[in-house]
Every structure is written in structure tokens, then in C-alpha cells.
């Protein structure tokens, strides 16, 4: 922990008390192994971005107000580039993201008591719904965004691989959009039985059900749809051999950097559409709708809460994932 000056308020920006802030996957990496992917830290940053908060601060032409709930979005886009405006926010080449190294100098992230952020990057809650909640936002426009890749789930079998929070959004997703029949893996327990209690139909341990996994590369236990959200190769392996002809695999997770072994055959002799997801794109408002109506119930995935200063605690049961699939850290 450290102390920093205030940063001062441009005419459009605005100050947020930050109320909850999740520990993402990618957090842990960055704290572990100063890197992401490709993205390797070059200077000191603040961690976190998944968050909410109260705005405390307005600039000058800001049309937001103090005391707003608000919800933030950690990316802030150019605005002006193709990608931009063809509707493809995500693939911005200028994006400046929260807590990423993405871009450099790189932007502080939402582990800190305040942050200023653009008005753009704010979407105002309009009841009280509990900030443990709308913390849940960012990872939820990942799972909308990827869905969304995926195509129509209604009456499908969907498999998702690894029950993480994205895993376990994903399959809550899959429940509410009519799938017939939705299974989920991860090669742990615990995160299996949160995964049974969200009412998802099989929950398999990748590490013990080698034979279910087997049965899956044939019909018609094959899955049309088939989401990887492990961000590792093995679990891309089994994705593409449990994908029916003609099916979908769209990766969620983040792969690591480096060489990998795919045997792509399978990709090639079912003709799958394999589909990668970067974060999200235009999913904000529908996430935050969905979380202020009650859609969708994320509390089910909130481990345990922390304040800022015990940070470590937070991170170390982060980490452990046969005890934890969502820490959120309260400023
Ligand atoms: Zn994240
Ligand atoms: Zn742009």
C-alpha cells in the first residue's frame, strides 16, 4: 500500500469512491509473473478492473453528478479509428485499459480508494442494487461477449471448459438463454459444486472423468457449442475434440504467450468455426441491466471480501482455486 497525490480533474472526467473490486485472473498473473500474454509490465501499476463506486468529483462539463452509483467500464477507446467506428471497441489499437499493460505509460488500475476515469467510462446504477454485485459487471460483458460470438444457445448442448467466474457466467448465461443441456469441467471440486448449485446438468472433474471426456469426441455426446475458458492448450485440446462437426469453439480465456501443440486435425475434419474473444465489446449497458434487474444472480461466485489493506490475504485465497472463484477487494 502507498500513498499518491490526488490526480487532478479534466472539464470531462470525474472521481470515483471505489465501493468493490474483483480479482481477475489476469491480476494474479500480472502480480505473479509481471506479465499477461504479451503484455509484460514496463513500470509500477495499480492493479484492478472490474469495479464500482460512488462518484465523489465532477469536472467541469461532466453531466454526472456526485453521490451517482456508478459502474465502470476500464476501457477507454480513441473513438475515431476503423475499428471504432465499425462498432468493434474492443479492437481499438489506441484503448487505454485500467490495470492492463497494454498500453504504455500503462493506466492505473481500480485498486485504490479513488480513481478518475472519463464521464464516457461510467454507467450510472439507477437503484441500489449491492456494489458485491455490479462489481460483477466487467466479467460479465466478457461472458456476454462471448456468448455472443458463439451464436443462438436456445435448445443446443453447450460445453463449457473450466469453472472459473467467466466459466461459471458463461454457463449461467447458457441456462437463461433456453440451451437443452449444458456440462461444465474444471479439475477442481470446488468449483464444480458452485457450478452443480447454479443448476448446471453435468459437472465433470477433468482430472478423474477421463472416460466422460472420451465419450464427448463422439455422437451424439459431441457439443455444437463449446466454450473454453481455462485460457490453457490442453483445455483448447479438449474443446476441439468434444466439438460436434460443424460446431463452435470459442476461446475465452487468455492463452499464454509462446509455442503450443494443437493437434488441429479435429478443427479441420469437423470444419469447427473456431472463435477467439479480446474482453468485450458494447456489452456494458447489458450487463449492468441484467445485474440491476436481478437476471442474474453472480453472489453464488463471491468467495469472501476483503478491505484494500489486506490485499495479500485476498490475493493468496484469489490464487487458490480449490476455495475461491471470485475475491473482491473493498476500498
Ligand atoms: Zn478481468
Ligand atoms: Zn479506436
Same mark, same amino acid.
Given at each position: 500500500?502507498?500513498?499518491?497525490?490526488?490526480?487532478?480533474?479534466?472539464?470531462?472526467?470525474?472521481?470515483? !469512491?471505489?465501493?468493490?473490486?474483483?480479482?481477475?485472473?489476469?491480476?494474479?498473473?500480472?502480480?505473479?509473473?509481471?506479465?499477461?500474454?504479451?503484455?509484460?509490465?514496463?513500470?509500477?501499476?495499480?492493479?484492478?478492473?472490474?469495479?464500482?463506486?460512488?462518484?465523489?468529483?465532477?469536472?467541469?462539463?461532466?453531466?454526472?453528478?456526485?453521490?451517482?452509483?456508478?459502474?465502470?467500464?476500464? =476501457?477507454?477507446?480513441?473513438?475515431?479509428?476503423?475499428?471504432?467506428?465499425?462498432?468493434?471497441?474492443?479492437?481499438?489499437?489506441?484503448?487505454?485499459?485500467?490495470?492492463?499493460?497494454?498500453?504504455?505509460?500503462?493506466?492505473?488500475?481500480?485498486?485504490?480508494?479513488?480513481?478518475?476515469?472519463?464521464?464516457?467510462?461510467?454507467?450510472?446504477?439507477?437503484?441500489?442494487?449491492?456494489?458485491?454485485?455490479?462489481?460483477?459487471?466487467?466479467?460479465?460483458?466478457?461472458?456476454?461477449?462471448?456468448?455472443?460470438?458463439?451464436?443462438?444457445?436456445?435448445?443446443?448442448?453447450?460445453?463449457?471448459?473450466?469453472?472459473?467466474?467467466?466459466?461459471?457466467?458463461?454457463?449461467?448465461?447458457?441456462?437463461?438463454?433456453?440451451?437443452?443441456?449444458? !456440462?461444465?469441467?474444471?479439475?477442481?471440486?470446488?468449483?464444480?459444486?458452485?457450478?452443480?448449485?447454479? =443448476?448446471?446438468?453435468?459437472?465433470?472433474?477433468?482430472?478423474?472423468?477421463?472416460?466422460?471426456? !472420451?465419450?464427448?469426441?463422439?455422437?451424439?455426446?459431441?457439443?455444437?457449442?463449446?466454450?473454453?475458458?481455462? =485460457?490453457?492448450?490442453?483445455?483448447?485440446?479438449?474443446?476441439?475434440?468434444?466439438?460436434?462437426?460443424?460446431?463452435?469453439?470459442?476461446?475465452?480465456?487468455?492463452?499464454?504467450?509462446?509455442?503450443?501443440?494443437?493437434?488441429?486435425?479435429?478443427?479441420?475434419?469437423?470444419?469447427?468455426?473456431?472463435?477467439?474473444?479480446?474482453?468485450?465489446?458494447?456489452?456494458?449497458?447489458?450487463?449492468?441491466?441484467?445485474?440491476?434487474? =436481478?437476471?442474474?444472480?453472480?453472489?453464488?461466485?463471491?468467495?469472501?471480501?476483503?478491505?484494500?489493506?489486506?490485499?495479500?490475504?485476498?490475493? !493468496?485465497?484469489?490464487?487458490?482455486?480449490?476455495?475461491?472463484?471470485?475475491?473482491?477487494?473493498?476500498?
Amino acid at each position: 500500500m502507498e500513498d499518491r497525490s490526488l490526480p487532478e480533474l479534466g472539464d470531462l472526467d470525474v472521481r470515483i !469512491a471505489i465501493k468493490a473490486a474483483g480479482i481477475c485472473g489476469s491480476d494474479l498473473h500480472y502480480h505473479q509473473h509481471g506479465k499477461v500474454a504479451a503484455f509484460s509490465l514496463k513500470e509500477p501499476l495499480v492493479l484492478g478492473h472490474e469495479a464500482c463506486g460512488e462518484i465523489v468529483e465532477v469536472g467541469k462539463k461532466s453531466t454526472l453528478t456526485p453521490g451517482d452509483r456508478v459502474v465502470i467500464n476500464p =476501457g477507454l477507446v480513441c473513438g475515431n479509428c476503423k475499428y471504432c467506428l465499425r462498432g468493434q471497441e474492443n479492437l481499438c489499437r489506441d484503448i487505454k485499459f485500467m490495470g492492463s499493460a497494454s498500453y504504455f505509460p500503462h493506466i492505473q488500475g481500480t485498486f485504490q480508494e479513488t480513481v478518475v476515469v472519463r464521464e464516457q467510462q461510467c454507467h450510472v446504477v439507477r437503484n441500489d442494487t449491492a456494489y458485491q454485485v455490479l462489481a460483477f459487471a466487467e466479467p460479465l460483458t466478457v461472458a456476454l461477449h462471448a456468448v455472443r460470438r458463439a451464436g443462438n444457445f436456445f435448445n443446443q448442448r453447450v460445453l463449457i471448459i473450466g469453472s472459473g467466474t467467466i466459466g461459471l457466467l458463461v454457463a449461467s448465461l447458457a441456462r437463461l438463454s433456453g440451451a437443452a443441456y449444458v !456440462a461444465i469441467t474444471d479439475i477442481l471440486d470446488y468449483p464444480l459444486q458452485v457450478a452443480h448449485k447454479l =443448476g448446471v446438468d453435468e459437472c465433470i472433474n477433468a482430472q478423474h472423468d477421463n472416460e466422460v471426456i !472420451a465419450s464427448w469426441q463422439q455422437e451424439p455426446n459431441s457439443f455444437p457449442i463449446v466454450i473454453e475458458a481455462t =485460457g490453457t492448450y490442453k483445455g483448447f485440446e479438449v474443446a476441439l475434440s468434444s466439438s460436434s462437426p460443424g460446431g463452435k469453439v470459442v476461446e475465452v480465456g487468455i492463452l499464454p504467450d509462446g509455442q503450443s501443440e494443437i493437434p488441429f486435425s479435429h478443427a479441420f475434419a469437423k470444419e469447427l468455426d473456431v472463435l477467439f474473444v479480446l474482453r468485450q465489446n458494447l456489452q456494458f449497458s447489458p450487463a449492468v441491466d441484467m445485474l440491476e434487474k =436481478g437476471k442474474l444472480d453472480p453472489l453464488p461466485l463471491l468467495s469472501a471480501s476483503f478491505a484494500l489493506n489486506d490485499f495479500e490475504q485476498a490475493f !493468496a485465497l484469489a490464487r487458490d482455486k480449490s476455495k475461491a472463484i471470485k475475491v473482491q477487494l473493498e476500498p
